[in-house]
């Protein structure tokens, strides 16, 4: 959470200097300083003491800080990202910018004819979505097999080893969403 520029708000408003808001506060100001620059967060206690201070409630001081974290990302397709990943068999398109603090990370998967994802294994605690846009895939889920054709999904933990393989004669295009976004 950064909360720096509202912070710095807040105090240039009540025309006090980092010096007053720290002394009233019992806030170091060294520690003002680096929240103020968004080098630290602070801790809850330093938050409510600077609020007090401020007079301000805690909830309307993370409110506004809330609104500016909100953020929306747009690929236009003539644009889209190229893929980051190719391997003989598919290739991987994110189609988001910086998965960086997102909650998700969605990516096209472009398998080739008789091409395969293999070895495909995330950390305890990662789902996994896929959806079949175009052609047929062999979806390997820890022991089990599925076979998906356009306009199929499955939602699956992705701890579970798993692969797909194109089982058509075109190339097939997934769409993969992986919530936390994993490596």
Same mark, same amino acid.
Request: with cysteine; proline share 3%; charged share 30%.
């Given at each position: #959470? /950064? @909360?720096?520029?509202?912070?710095?708000?807040?105090?240039?408003?009540?025309?006090?200097?980092? /010096?007053?808001?720290?002394?009233?506060?019992?806030?170091?100001?060294?520690?003002?300083?680096?929240?103020?620059?968004?080098?630290?967060?602070? %801790?809850?206690?330093?938050? @409510?003491?600077?609020?007090? %201070?401020?007079?301000?409630?805690?909830?309307?001081?993370?409110?506004?800080?809330? *609104?500016? %974290?909100?953020?929306?990302?747009?690929?236009?397709?003539? @644009?889209?990202?190229?893929?980051?990943?190719?391997?003989?068999?598919?290739?991987?398109?994110?189609?988001?910018?910086?998965?960086?603090?997102?909650? #998700?990370?969605?990516?096209?998967?472009?398998?080739?004819?008789?091409?395969?994802?293999?070895?495909?294994?995330?950390?305890?605690?990662?789902?996994?979505?896929?959806?079949?846009?175009?052609?047929?895939?062999?979806?390997?889920?820890?022991?089990?097999?599925?076979?998906?054709?356009?306009? *199929?999904?499955?939602?699956? *933990?992705?701890?579970?080893?798993?692969?797909?393989?194109? %089982?058509?004669?075109?190339?097939?295009?997934?769409?993969?969403?992986?919530?936390?976004?994993?490596?």
């Amino acid at each position: #959470m /950064k @909360i720096g520029k509202r912070l710095k708000q807040l105090r240039k408003e009540r025309k006090m200097t980092l /010096k007053e808001l720290s002394e009233k506060s019992e806030v170091q100001i060294a520690t003002l300083s680096r929240m103020e620059h968004d080098i630290m967060p602070g %801790t809850l206690k330093s938050h @409510i003491s600077i609020c007090k %201070t401020l007079k301000i409630s805690l909830a309307d001081f993370y409110r506004e800080v809330e *609104d500016e %974290t909100k953020t929306v990302s747009l690929i236009k397709q003539q @644009i889209s990202n190229k893929p980051f990943v190719r391997s003989e068999g598919y290739a991987i398109e994110m189609l988001t910018d910086a998965i960086s603090g997102r909650h #998700m990370m969605p990516v096209l998967n472009r398998i080739g004819k008789n091409g395969e994802i293999k070895d495909n294994k995330r950390r305890v605690g990662v789902e996994k979505f896929i959806y079949v846009l175009e052609g047929r895939i062999e979806a390997k889920i820890g022991k089990e097999k599925y076979n998906l054709k356009q306009g *199929d999904s499955v939602y699956f *933990d992705a701890s579970l080893e798993h692969a797909f393989s194109n %089982t058509a004669k075109i190339d097939t295009l997934i769409l993969t969403v992986s919530s936390p976004p994993a490596a």
